[in-house]
């Protein structure tokens, strides 16, 4: 049995795919397998994959029989993995050739972290965008160390290594109360690690994560600007505040700790799903009948 399972679940990334097997085959750490989960592809992903794995047995190919959403198929990529450690990768992504190495190495030396991450390095067409450095943390898993990670975490954390036995009753718990709306949900994933402290970071390493467009091609004018569905939004933050809270009351006894959790929690969802003076601004334009 391989040390690390690196999950890769994809729908219709033929473009793309062939890149991202070849970055991880490159990889310094060498014990490591690849389940490559294609969620019902319709372009020629699956051909691809299986030419590759034909190529190298550490990597192996499974065919959703129908499209299983995208956290229904994380979900089960994670599931089918046996090893010790877990870490996803997105076709459209990448990584040093040693991030592997590094981050297992950060698990191995600490036991009581359960989550591994790197620089992250955001690029568009090839350029950086923007860095997120790993915070400075006093490393005693106080209240500040937590607030760090909750407020400084990047989205691309969760493509860390993790232990994969305490990933799998977190993402359970995402897949059954948050169902399969990708918004947000990285940052409910990862927040029991920040509440426990038990994240473990460098900056030694990189993750190079690809933004998507958020400007026109040169001399076109930007897309406008459109505003997601405010019932789907406000929906969404509640059952997002619902499972924290869940997180909360499973480590937090009753009384004035958990009442500043919740106070926490408001401010967490605030930042990471939707923000309340958005929510404020579309509601009275709302009421005085206005496009929301």
């Known amino acids: 049995m391989a040390a690390i399972t690196i999950g890769v679940p994809v729908y219709n990334e033929a473009a793309r795919l062939a890149g991202c097997l070849e970055r991880l085959r490159a990889q310094t750490f060498p014990d490591f397998e690849v389940l490559i989960f294609d969620n019902?592809?319709?372009?020629?992903?699956?051909?691809?994959?299986?030419?590759?794995?034909?190529?190298?047995?550490?990597?192996g190919y499974v065919r959703q029989p129908v499209n299983r959403g995208a956290i229904g198929n994380f979900n089960d990529v994670l599931r089918a993995a046996q090893?010790?450690?877990?870490?996803?990768?997105?076709?459209?992504?990448s990584a040093d050739l040693d991030y592997l190495e590094v981050l297992?190495?950060?698990l191995?030396?600490?036991?009581?972290?359960?989550?591994?991450?790197?620089?992250?390095v955001g690029t568009f067409r090839g350029e950086v965008e923007r860095t997120t450095r790993f915070p400075k943390l006093k490393g005693d898993g106080g209240l500040?160390?937590?607030?760090?990670?909750?407020?400084?975490?990047?989205?691309?954390?969760?493509?860390?290594?993790?232990?994969?036995?305490?990933?799998?009753?977190?993402?359970d718990r995402i897949v059954r109360d948050y169902g399969d709306d990708t918004w947000a949900w990285d940052f409910l994933l990862m927040l029991p690690f920040f509440m426990d402290a038990a994240v473990a970071g460098t900056n030694?390493?990189?993750?190079?994560?690809?933004?998507?467009?958020?400007r026109s091609e040169p001399g076109q004018k930007p897309p406008p600007r459109t505003e997601p569905d405010l019932n789907g939004r406000?929906?969404?933050?509640?059952?997002f505040l619902a499972i924290a809270q869940s997180f909360v009351d499973e480590r937090i006894a009753p009384g004035p700790g958990r009442a500043l959790w919740a106070g926490l929690l408001w401010r967490y969802a605030d930042r990471r799903v939707y923000k309340t003076r958005h929510i404020l601004r579309r509601s009275a334009r709302r009421l005085i009948g206005l496009k929301p």
């Open 40 to 59: 019902a592809s319709t372009d020629a992903t699956g051909e691809i994959a299986q030419a590759f794995c034909a190529r190298d047995p550490r990597f």
């Open 83 to 93: 090893s010790p450690y877990f870490i996803w990768r997105a076709a459209d992504d």
């Open 104 to 106: 297992y190495g950060l």
């Open 108 to 120: 191995e030396a600490d036991p009581s972290k359960q989550l591994a991450v790197g620089r992250i």
């Open 144 to 171: 500040s160390d937590r607030w760090r990670l909750m407020f400084g975490a990047s989205p691309s954390w969760v493509y860390g290594l993790y232990r994969r036995e305490a990933l799998i009753p977190i993402l």
């Open 204 to 214: 030694a390493t990189s993750f190079e994560a690809a933004l998507r467009p958020r």
């Open 234 to 239: 406000l929906a969404l933050r509640r059952r």
